[in-house]
Structures are given as structure tokens and as C-alpha cells.
């Protein structure tokens, strides 16, 4: 399927009116390929590889198509047409070998990137050595897991090609394409990694919030990665939040709950509109923790309204005697 | 069994042993109160009895461990002393209150429900709940405890009473003082037996200390607070073993530990076969000097100046008590729970550097200790299932989580941040969070990867990598262990590397203070021998140890503590507790006196 869709894309480069594909040259000369949608703006990149696996003097050619996200993310790959991996023995991978390829590729952090193949297996073989787990303290079974038993080379070899050095040349060329559209893009995607790069363009090093981008931020903060929107939340300054103090309190509410405390304490350190603020005493329900929470954030407060103070009642000295010390 | 018993002004009492509880006549004007262990349920259905925090809650109690499947009832037969009105309370905890946790039960008499539904009150103390006024008609009630969730809820105890404004107390020491007055303890303990060597905790080390003393002609007890032996080898904590014993300076050394050992199925297995519970004790059994107390914790400790005389245990779900006398003990409890008890010198958490000149050790000494694994494994099954939400637990996301069907080693928690040992209960409920929040994201979120596995295995009971370690007559040292000092005494060989683990940097970032995740550097060593003089306390005389509590520092205490290298330091014990007794000399006699002997017969000569 993944094939037949890059072949498609190709078809496409050669005849379409619009540009499809952009090519770059790597530090290593490799060709890098940068996909495009309709409109020219930038997809994902990948490479057509073609690079000898090697054991001990004996090399052989493996051929297989890489893509990366548009931060030098190693996403998936898929095999050029009549192109087959093969293990020592020269079987030919099976569906369950490519799915075990892709899961071994996927992981950012592998046992090879601290082992040298002589570490990882018997020399002049492509057996595991049980002296690997003395190295990484994995057991030699997750080892085993990690890898695939026969093509250890070629997992070897491929997973440093797909974490290599492409990935930063790839995050480079992306940051000169970068303009408030791909901002926007990449803040609303559910890319995490486009997120977090975004979020530090947009919000700077005092936690001011670009103009532009408050509503992209205020969906990282509700949405669903409890990560981005704590990071978001963490980020952003008193400011941002100023008008969107109701949203808050809501937002809170409806949060699952480490990131429920995590916005509680985030109002801790806001002057809270007296509104907000009541509704705040108005809900000093919940466990200890949210209670004291809430607590908390009143007793932060330069000033009480009345209206919160009487709805606080017996509470409010409550709130002074426990944060007086 | 159930303890029941009514209290008086002038506390005169009698007991009644054939039927098992306690009673005490009861004048007019009395207050009848009846108190009902949850872990001495008749009938524990589903449920599991966890001693874990016993040094913490002073008691033993049931948990519904279904991993997200409702377990089965407990059931139990309570004896009133007489019908009438009784308020009922209800001894639990909400252990996830994030902001409420999933261990929700209900308990019924007589197959109606009583009072409310307990475990969410989103309180993580343990306390007496008030479960309002019962109505008991017929002096004999089934009480049962019904599990809603499967997801851990927990009941330490029932209490009933008749008085209308008596409350139980939470604090531990009046909560202790009212249990001793209605239950267990107001009996002599039984008589465990006398014996050359008392054996404190059955994991690889105890058992291995243990045998080796039986088969040199000692007359052992090896009193072990699980139903199981092997500790962290065992079916309830699924560690393998590690440690070579083909490297050995002395060959003699080993040969129990290769009894012990089942084959290496790996951490975590999910089938608990693979471990060799049964065969562990048929070993143990089959020893003619040797007495097996399984489900005894030793809590209690009679001393002589220096010396121990005797050690007490409450069986973890009759609550019955037994008291051993000894010559010799040997804590191989882990926690160095015997040595604590007698005031031996110990330490914990890390050295400095400029206290031991270890490189690897802390700049400065902290409580920093290794983590606690709770393993678990899923396997695969023919048909998709489910897992409930756990908005309780941890909560992850693409963006982070743990890609694995079964765990290893670094599902890891307490790092410094808890107390291994009294916070052990803490630690478990968070490896609990993280281990089911995170399957609850795989199973809703990776469901082409995850759809068709099912939890097959999670453990309750922490496998503890560091605790206490007892202080010896020497200190072993990362310089002794790299520069493979061979002292007179060097006698169990140890060649696992020096194994420091510490969260892991990527676990830290996402969840900072609440790591349940470990990484480690291993530090090759050559294989170097351990003296004899680590494996006894320096100002408790009769006090020997085997096993994680022995006498190095944290950094040594890194190689030390792998398992086979552990069996084989009770082994050693064994063999010299054998010799003080002959001599009638101390452990430390062994050494000053008689180490030629001893090293004669770690020779094999």
C-alpha cells in the first residue's frame, strides 16, 4: 500500500503541474527527498536507500525506501518494488520480520545505540552473545526481543541509518521553510514532536504567547496529551491568561487529574478575577489535595471580594492559618 | 479464624481455645465489641492476604488483587456474644486517591449489603470508616467482603461494637493496644521450638542459609512470611536468579544455590511454574534438622545484653503467635528486619565519598536507596478483550508510554523518593499505577498491537532491592570488590557487576519524583570473594546474615545482592554456624578462633 502510494507520488513528481517533491543532498551526498502536498507545502521527507549490510568482510546490498516526519523523526519504511530483506541464511523476511523491522526502527532509543556490533554478538557470527546482558542489563530474552535473530546487521545497520545524522539535516532544511502557516501546523497537528518545537517559537523564554497563536495553545492545554498540555500550561505566562481565566477553571475541571493539580497550580500564581475566584471558593469539594489545592490558590490572592469571603465563611480563617506559615 | 470478645471494667478473663477466640464474661453494664481481622477470613475467595505493611499498620490485611477483574468474595463466620444493635466500622483506605481511587468493595451479612461502598473515599490513610448501626439477629453472621473492581481495594479489619459513642482509634499504638486487648495477643504465644539456628526469612538466601545449617547437623527453624519460599525468586515476585556459581574460589560453595535454581525463565514470566515454589519447599522439607514456618512474620524480639533469645512471629492470616529461642539467628529478611529488632548497627541509603573513598559512591551520603519491581506479564489470547479507564492511575499518552506486552527489571520505584521499607506499601500502589494506567492506554490505544493480550500475571508483592544493611566486623567496598582483594575470610565468590540503578532520564522527564521506571550502568568487576566477616553483626553476637542485608556499603551492595550470590553467602552461613556451635563460640569466635576450620570446609577438605 505504502508502496504503491510513493510510487503514485513519483508518477506525480515526473507529470503533475504542481511540484510534489523537492530534492536535497546530505552531508554524505545521499539524496533526501522532501514530499509536498498540492499546494507545496512541505509533508514528510524520505530517502531511496541503497547501502551494503556488512559481517565480518561480507557485504551485501539491501535496498528500502525511509521516511522521516518533517523534524527528522524516523516514522516507517516500505520496500522498493522486486526488492526483498533477507537473513544470514539468505531466507527472505517474512510479513512478521517487516512488522518487527518497523517496531525495532520506530524506537528512538535501541540497545544499538549503546552496543557496537562486536558487543552484540559471538565474533564472526551473527549470533547474540550471552555477554551482552552484562552490558545494557537487559535480560539476554529482551535483547533477543530487540533485535531481529538472523539479520542482526541489518537491524544494526538500517535503525543507525534512520537515527543518524539525517535527522538533524532533516530539522535544519525544515527550520528554513518555516513560516506562521507551518506554525500553525505543526501546533495543531498531533505530532508531539512539531508541537514542542512550535510551542518554543511562539511562546518565548518569559512565557509571553505570540498573538497569533493563543488559540493553538489553549487546544495543546485541553487536548489530549496530558505531556504538551502540561508543558504549554507550564510555559505560558500570566498574561495569556488574563482573559481566559473562566476557560481555565473549566478546563481544569473536565482534566484528568494530574493535570487538574497541575492547572490548580498554575492559578496559584494568577490574580483571579473575583468572578473566577468565587467559583473557585464556591468548590471546595474533592480529596484532601484538591481541597488544599483550592485553598491554595484563594489564599495567593492579593485581595478577596466580599462575595468570596462570605461564601469562604468559617473557611476563610481556615485559609489564612494554614497558608500563614 | 475469628477473635471476638467483650471488655469490662475489671477485664477478668477467661479463655476458651477449643473454639478459637477469646471471650471474656460479660457483666450488665458491659460494652460488647467484636473484632474481626479481614485476613483471618475463613473462606478469602479471591482475595489475598498481604503482610507487607505490617510494620507500618502492625497487621496483616485482604486485597482484592483481580487486576481489573472483580475477584471473588471472602467470607467469614463471625460469633457475636449476643444479638442486638451494633455499629459497624470498617478498617480501609482509599490507596489511588487521584482524586478517588478503584478499590471499591461492600461487605454483607448474612448475604445483605451493610453500610456503604468503601475504598474511594479519596483518603489514602488507613482509618476505621463508620458504616452505621446492623442490626444482628442470630449470634452467628456470614460476613462477606465483595470486590467491585478487582483493582486492589483493601480491608484490614471489622469491628463491632454496641457502644454507641466507642470509636476505634487509627493511632497505631492504641489501635495495637486495643487489638492485643481483644484478640491474639492477650494469649501466651505457642512454643515455636528451641534450635541451633533460627532462620529469619525464606528468599533464596534464608533457604539456602537454612539447608546448609540442617545438612551440617544443626537443628534449624526457617520461619518465612509467604506461603512461598525463594522471596524474590519466587512465583510472587518472578526475579531470576543471577550471579555466577561456576567461577567460585571455594567449589563447594553453590551446590544449594543450584538446588534452588528452576532453569532461568526470565523476569516476570507469566507462568509462575517456571519459579519452583513447590519444588523449593519439598527441598526444605525433605531436611530432617530442619522446621518450615511459612506465613510467619517476625515482628518481635527477646535479647539478652548482646545476645538474641528469642524472636516471635504472628502467622500473616491466623494472626497466631510463635515464639522461637535460638543459639544462633540469621536475619536473611531483606530489610534486616531481625537485626533492627535487636539493635544491631545498620545502615541505609548512601555513603559519601569522602566517608569509604568509593568513586562510585555519592558526594554526599543520602537515603537514596534502588527501587522496588513489581513485574507483570500479559499473553496473547484468541479474542479481543478490554481493560477499564484508569483515570486513578498513571496517565500517558502517545507521546510517552511503555510499548512492552511484559515487564522487566526496570519497572522500578524508590529511588531516595520512599522509604523501602516503610513506605513499602506506597511504592507497590505506584508501581501498580503506572503498570495499569499504562496497560489501560495500550489496550484503548494500541489496540491492533494490544487488542488480543490480557494481563495474565501482575505482582502484589514488591520484589525490594535495598534496604537495610546490617554492619558487619567488615565493610565491604567498592575497592575490595574492584581491586579482588582475597582476605583470609574472603568466602563467597560474586561476580556480578556493581549494578547502581536510577531512574530513567526519559521517566524522570515525564513524570519528575514519580519515576517507576530504571536505568542502570554496570560496572564490570573480576570475580572477588566476599570476607565471612560481612555475614555477621558486629555488636549483636549470635547475629548472622545472608542475603541483601549484609554488611558492605551501598556502592559494593551493588554487586552483592544478586541471588545466587546471595544463596551461596547462606550457605556460608551454615556451614559456620556449624563450627561456633561445635566451639560454642559466637560468629565472631568463628573468625578469631576457628577460620581455618571454616575455610577448610568451604574447601571441601
Redesign the interface.
Known sequence: MQRILTGILLFLSSVAYGQTERVYLTAEKDTLKLALNSEGRPLYYFRNIYTPVCNTGECKPVYINFYWDLLGNYTRFTMPANEVLTKTDHREFQEKDYAKLQEILAKE?SIFSELKMEDLVVKGTEKISDSVD??????L??IKNEVIEGAVFTCYTLWHLAHGKITTEISGITETLTDTTLLHEFLQS?N?HYQYQAMDKVINTAGHVTAAYEEDITRIIEG?????ARYALQKADADFFADKQPWLWETANKA?????MAIYKKMAGLVLTDKVALKVAQSLT?????VKSKLAILAAQPKLSQAVKDQLGPRLNDLFQKHSN | MIFSKNIQTDMYMKRNLMILFLFITLHATAQRHVYVEAESFENKGGWVVDQQSFVVIGSSYLMAHGMGKPVKDASTTVTFPAKGKYRMWVRTK?WA????GPGKFTIWLNGKQAGQVFGE???VAWKWYDAGMVDINNEKVQLSLKDLTGFNGRCDALFFTDAPKFTPPNKLEDLNALRRKLLHQSAEPGDGGNYDLVVIGGGIAGTCAAISAARMGLKTALIQDRPVLGGNNSSEVRV?LKGDIDKNYYPKLGRIVREMDNGDP??GNPDANEYGDARKIQIVKAEKNLSLFLNTHVYKLEKDKDKIIAVTGRNISTNKEMRFTGTYFSDCTGDGTVGYLAGADFRMGRESKAETGESLAAEKADSFTLGTSNLWASVAKDTVSGFPET??A??F????HIDQKQS??EWETGFGNFNTIIDAEKIRDHNLRAIYGNWSYLKKSKADKYGKQELAWVAYIGGKRESRRIIGDHVLTQMDIQEGKLYPDGSVTATW?I?LHFPDA?NSK?FEGQEFFA????I?VAPYTIPYRCLYSRNISNLFMAGRNISTTHVAFGSTRVMRTCGMMGEVVGFAASVAKKYKTSPRGVYQQHLPELMNILKGE
Request: net charge negative; proline share 7%.
Open positions: 532509543t552484562m552490558k545494557t542489563g537487559a535480560t530474552k529482551t498531533n508531539h489530549k496529551n496530558i505531556f504538551t484528568v487529574y494530574p493535570l487538574q474533592g480529596n484532601q489535595e484538591q | 482509599d486517591p487521584f482524586p478517588t473515599s479519596g483518603d531470576h526470565g523476569n483515570p486513578w498513571m496517565q499518552s502517545d507521546e510517552y522487566d527489571w557487576t549494578d526519559k515525564y536505568s542502570t550502568k554496570h564490570k
